[in-house]
């Protein structure tokens, strides 16, 4: 197979770590391609998480990790004004349960203090209650984190990737790397694809749950990644036992454990668990999983209404062995950039870890960084019509009849809407990708209505074939063909 395409900088991996790299890179001068084996950004781990921007107060203190995630979440306020991407100030609570837990309270705070969060305090009982009436009123206290947030991680990669492109990035998808070839000096000649080979001066592998994968490719693993499985349930916005901060039990070793999290969509979020397995593809729920939350959901906040859920799914998160953060920039392969370890503390840290990676890679490497001229900065979210005044949705209508026309009852999302999630820079190409940018399908009948709709528009906007459109990446054809023609 032919040449595919030449570049400075291979990031293959679209997941928040890649796409976040590859909106740094776009400030310079620099050619820059990002290749991702699905449909669209958005990873494994970053479409399926608890999607909460925190001060990770409870990462082990002095660590990569830590310095990382202290030094990436102030970036947050920022990066989101600039580029239009809702993050709602919620705080958390983290749970005492018991007399054991609440003994070790002192010891989280310490923790705390050690990773550089002062502002994590503890409030007793009777303060949690006020704060939170549908906490279980045995609680032994809480420690509370105040800039603890919630954002919409599909929205926060989305839009980087729209910024991103807008400077000059290129995305591949639907492009697995599944080879890579050495040259005599030691550096990676060629990357192989089933769509052509790459050239790159540089390649940085974000591949998340398959990075060890990759790493093998050039022979740097000496490590491995295995699924950690989160089961989750989403309750439908209408619930009536809700939350207003997250609402978190004192961790173990491996997990956080059961959260309650009120999402900036106006959901409620209770997960995850926490299962090692070998399969990087299972992401099936199962009755064991589902009762475990419950279990403990029901621990923290006894009336929850778990009956009220809209939908269960699963997120891999990519856990490695040994763990912990890893940047490793080759000496082996000149020019290779193994990032692996990003687990948990990954969506806070993906800021932190762009920058991090290009200052190593300028200081080992010799990489050159030049302020590119006319970089584009800010970046202009679709405007929702579920969130707009009556007067608002007039001038809406009146500027795109479209905007006029609800396709998805649920979320009161119009056709407008979905052209535009379409028709954007890294446009929705499935119809898990519309779902993503505008919503359409969230809603409490996941589709059910509108999902026909929605391919009718993505067959006109895209000039494909309705038989053509998937739900996601994959043979995941929508439609349905027999012989004598297709069955709608």
């Not at 705390?112 to 994590?120: L, M, R, S």
């Not at 979320?411 to 990708?433: H, M, S």
């Amino acid at each position: 197979m032919g040449m595919l395409a030449k570049c400075d900088i291979l990031i293959i991996g679209a997941g928040a770590v890649g796409v976040g790299i590859a909106r740094e890179l776009s400030k310079f001068e620099t050619d820059v391609l990002v290749v991702e084996k699905k449909d669209d950004v958005g990873g494994d781990a970053t479409k399926s998480c608890s999607a909460m921007i925190s001060t990770e107060f409870s990462v082990a203190p002095f660590t990569l990790e830590s310095k990382i995630c202290q030094a990436s979440r102030p970036m947050y306020d920022l990066l989101c004004r600039d580029l239009d991407i809702p993050l709602v100030y919620r705080g958390s609570l983290t749970v005492a349960l018991d007399e054991e837990q609440e003994k070790k309270i002192p010891a989280i705070l310490k923790k705390a203090f050690d990773n550089g969060v002062y502002d994590v305090e503890y409030r007793r009982p009777e303060e949690v209650m006020e704060m939170e009436p549908n906490i279980t009123p045995t609680n032994r206290g809480a420690v509370y984190s105040p800039r603890d947030t919630q954002i919409n991680p599909f929205e926060f990669v989305i839009a980087q990737a729209e910024n991103a492109a807008e400077n000059g990035v290129r995305f591949l998808f639907d492009c697995p790397v599944t080879g890579m070839e050495l040259a005599a000096d030691g550096r990676i000649g060629k990357v192989l694809t089933p769509k052509g080979e790459i050239e790159a001066k540089y390649v940085i592998n974000c591949a998340g749950l398959y990075c060890d994968d990759i790493a093998k490719m050039v022979g740097e693993c000496d490590f491995k990644v295995n699924p950690r499985r989160g089961q989750f349930y989403l309750l439908d916005k209408e619930t009536p036992v809700k939350v207003n901060h997250i609402i978190m039990p004192i961790a173990t070793a491996k997990s956080r454990g059961t959260l309650i999290i009120p999402t900036v969509d106006g959901n409620i979020l209770v997960g995850p668990t926490a299962e090692d397995y070998e399969d990087k593809t299972d992401k099936r729920t199962t009755r064991e999983g589902l009762d475990l939350i419950a279990s403990q959901a029901k621990t923290l906040v006894p009336d929850i209404r778990l009956g009220d859920t809209i939908t269960q799914f699963v997120g891999l998160r990519p856990a490695r062995t040994p763990e912990g953060y890893n940047i490793l920039i080759s000496e082996k392969v000149p020019g290779y950039v193994g990032i692996s370890g990003i687990r948990s503390s990954g969506l806070t840290g993906s800021l932190g870890i762009a920058k991090y990676t290009i200052q190593m890679m300028r200081e080992k490497l010799g990489l050159e960084t030049v302020r590119k001229k006319g970089f584009i900065g800010k970046r202009r979210g679709i405007v929702r019509f579920s969130e707009a005044t009556n007067a608002e949705r007039e001038k809406l209508v009146a500027a795109d009849p479209l905007y006029g026309h609800i396709v998805c009852r649920c979320e009161q999302v119009t056709e407008a809407e979905i052209v535009q999630a379409i028709r954007r820079p890294v446009g929705a190409r499935t119809v898990d990708a519309v779902k993503r940018r505008v919503r359409a399908g969230m809603g409490r009948c996941q589709g059910g209505f509108c999902t026909p709709l929605v391919i009718d528009i993505l067959a006109r906007e895209t000039g494909v074939p309705a038989s053509e459109i998937r739900k996601r990446d994959g043979a995941s054809y929508m439609l349905a063909r027999e012989d004598k023609g297709m069955k709608q």
